[in-house]
């Protein structure tokens, strides 16, 4: 099957402000040549990104300043890629965690969790696979996580959310497959970003551990598996055998038992 040529194209970014979703953006814009849409809710981020691809490069840049979190904001999200015939692919990026006990989360962490990372990826993702059918291409990413394939306790609500985005993506692609379109899925573990510290993962695993990759490999795994068109890209040499590791050859409850020790919070973090 031919590479996916993303020079030119127009795509869509969403969680463009920070971490993963940066350095796609910047890679996408800088080494191959596409236009974006960046969609996140910090705008200030957002401009400043633009300002510094801008500085590089004479590709158009579009700031979206959007809270996926909100119904309306997803609505008129899908109501601007309708109207654009330029716009090509979508990245389903933006996430959020929260990290300890499942207990001890609040409720509204809860929904915030469940409705950014799944709600929102559902409803984007069939929005617009169905606006790029009747223009016959385009292509459609989700970003999801090892914790898709292997509950992570201690992030169990998160954990959930992208086991779900994970069986969706892989039935949708499977709906569409007589289609032009191509689907796949990003199956990163641990990145250096700021959710690491946000959610308080970072008092267990430190943000630069050697467990996490850098936000910038994980991108460029992320724009090589997308432009070879894999169904899954989990970037990583260590990532691809550990992820091998856990899902085919180790006993699950091995492996929920070493996920349980690996995240279990420090003593008087929440921990009981």
């Known amino acids: 099957m031919a590479f996916l040529e993303l020079k030119n194209r127009l795509i869509m970014v969403t969680g463009a402000s920070s971490g993963l979703g940066r350095s796609l953006a910047l890679q996408l814009a800088l080494r191959e040549g596409a236009h974006l849409w960046l ?19 004479g590709v158009d840049i579009e700031v979206r300043c959007i809270d996926l979190s909100q ?9 601007a890629a309708a109207a654009d015939p330029s716009v090509f692919g979508l990245i389903n990026n933006a996430g959020m965690t929260r990290y300890g006990p499942m207990a001890l989360v609040d409720m509204d962490a809860f929904r915030s969790v469940m409705e950014v990372n799944l709600a929102a990826v559902m409803e984007l993702s069939l929005g617009f696979v169905e606006i790029m059918r009747d223009r016959g291409e385009g292509f459609l990413l989700n970003v999801t996580s090892e914790a898709a394939f292997v509950p992570t306790p201690y992030q169990g609500f998160y954990s959930a959310t992208k086991h779900g985005v994970q069986a969706f993506t892989d039935a949708l692609r499977m709906e569409y497959r007589r289609s032009p379109i191509f689907i796949g899925t990003l199956v990163p573990g641990g990145i250096r970003t700021d959710m690491i510290t946000s959610s308080g993962l970072d008092r267990r695993i430190p943000r630069d551990s050697r467990l996490n990759m850098t936000a910038e490999k994980a991108a460029s795994a992320c724009i090589r598996g997308l432009k070879r068109r894999r169904p899954i890209t989990v970037p990583g040499l260590l990532n691809r055998a550990n992820h091998l590791l856990l899902t085919r050859f180790m006993p699950r409850e091995w492996v929920l038992r070493a996920a349980e020790r690996l995240y279990r919070p420090p003593a008087g973090h929440g921990s009981e």
Request: aromatic residues 0%.
């Open 39 to 57: 969609c996140a809710r910090r705008e200030e981020r957002l401009l400043g990104l633009k300002k510094e691809i801008h500085a590089r490069s």
């Open 71 to 79: 119904a309306g904001d997803r609505r008129s999200l899908l109501d």
